[in-house]
Every structure is written in C-alpha cells, then in structure tokens.
T-cell receptor, first 115, second 115 residues
Framework: GENVEQHPSTLSVQEGDSAVIKCTYSDSASNYFPWYKQELGKRPQLIIDIRSNVGEKKDQRIAVTLNKTAKHFSLHITETQPEDSAVYFC??????????????FGSGTQLTVLP | DTGVSQNPRHKITKRGQNVTFRCDPISEHNRLYWYRQTLGQGPEFLTYFQNEAQLEKSRLLSDRFSAERPKGSFSTLEIQRTEQGDSAMYLC?????????????FGPGTRLTVT
C-alpha cells in the first residue's frame, strides 16, 4: 500500500518568513495530493491540492509543487502570519475513473509562526 | 451549517462496552469515509462508502468494528467490546461525485475515550 513520509515534524519561522514542508510517497500510481491544516481540537481543513497532471499550483500565499519522478511534493507558505500556526498534513491517493479512494496521510508538521 | 456533522462530539465509555457514532455528510455527497486519528498522527483510513455500498475496508478495521450507510445518506460506525486502544478521534469525511470530486471534507470528529 501507499506510504507517505513528511518532514520536518516541527517547524518554527519568524512572521513574514517562508515555510516549506516536504512529503514523499511510495506508490507511483498515486495521482492526487491534498494538504490539510488542522488547528488544535478542530477538523482537518483542505487548503490546497494538486493532481499528477500538473507540477505546481498556487493560491495566494500558498503553493504546492509536485515531482512525479522523484515522488515528492512540497507545501510552500510565503509571508507567514501567526494564524498560519497549526499542524499541516500532506496526503496521497489513487483516484481512478472519477472514483475517489482513501487518503494516506503523512505524520504531520507542527508549524509555529513567531511574532 | 452545511458541512459534515458528527455526533456525539465526545464519548467516554468503559472497556467492553459498545459505542456507536453517527456521521451526516454534506448534502448530495455520495462518497463517505471514516478515518481514525490518534494524538500526534495523521488520520488513518478505516472504510469508505459510495452511496450505500461499502467499497473498501482497511486492515485496521477489526471484526469489532462495523459501519453502515443504509440509505446512502448518513453513516454509523459501531465498535463492539471497546478496548483502551480504541481511544482516538474518529473522523468522517465526504466527497462529491461531480465537480471537485477528489476533495474530501472532514467533520469535527468524535473523540472516544475508553477507560
């Protein structure tokens, strides 16, 4: 089955700096890679996702890059703000014929943005 | 609130008792997923429904666990003869057949504590 590894497990940055979180996956057939943000005691919230037919996607201060050959993808947050502090999870799944399969998650990165 | 809802939000039970959780997906979402999340870890897939059909079950889902989605709308997850190792957050997610069909939206979870 799929295995997703995520690094680093904790990340502290100064407000305004950039943060990068990296994930690798094992199943070359995986074709959908979402990122979730989870604040303490709250539900995981989808913040951005990317499909295997593109290499990069950006949404305001958040961007995700995908390298299918190396089987890794990364989350980039620019101009970090204190409200970006949370646990971030990457995930991977194989979706076939419009059917969404289960997500395999990484172990999470605790991001702390220092004011 | 038109998001995924789960009840109860918290459940404390004694070892050996049975518990049942309910998930109401986003209206018109035909896919429903159950995940389990323990402290400091990413969610782990348990099972998945498309309409009323249970299409996949994880090896994590022992014989003590059963899930149903009888009318293709809400779903229940029952744990029989609970063990302390069952203590976790149980998350439900749903996704749509049309539009952004890969995106999974999570509920707030049911936190189970087995004493």
């Amino acid at each position: 089955g799929e295995n997703v590894e995520q690094h680093p497990s904790t990340l502290s940055v100064q407000e305004g700096d950039s943060a990068v979180i990296k994930c690798t996956y094992s199943d070359s057939a995986s074709n959908y890679f979402p990122w979730y943000k989870q604040e303490l005691g709250k539900r995981p919230q989808l913040i951005i996702d990317i499909r295997s037919n593109v290499g990069e996607k950006k949404d305001q201060r958040i961007a995700v890059t995908l390298n299918k050959t190396a089987k890794h993808f990364s989350l980039h947050i620019t101009e970090t703000q204190p409200e970006d502090s949370a646990v971030y999870f990457c995930a991977a799944s194989l979706n076939m014929g419009g059917s969404a399969r289960q997500l395999t998650f990484g172990s999470g990165t605790q991001l702390t943005v220092l004011p | 609130d038109t998001g995924v809802s789960q009840n109860p939000r918290h459940k404390i039970t004694k070892r050996g008792q049975n518990v049942t959780f309910r998930c109401d997906p986003i209206s018109e979402h035909n896919r429903l997923y159950w995940y389990r999340q323990t402290l400091g870890q990413g969610p782990e897939f348990l099972t998945y429904f498309q309409n009323e059909a249970q299409l996949e079950k994880s090896r994590l889902l022992s014989d003590r666990f059963s899930a149903e989605r009888p009318k293709g709308s809400f779903s229940t997850l029952e744990i029989q003869r609970t063990e302390q190792g069952d203590s976790a957050m149980y998350l439900c997610a749903s996704s749509s057949r049309t539009g952004a069909e890969y995106e999974q939206y999570f509920g707030p979870g049911t936190r189970l504590t087995v004493t």
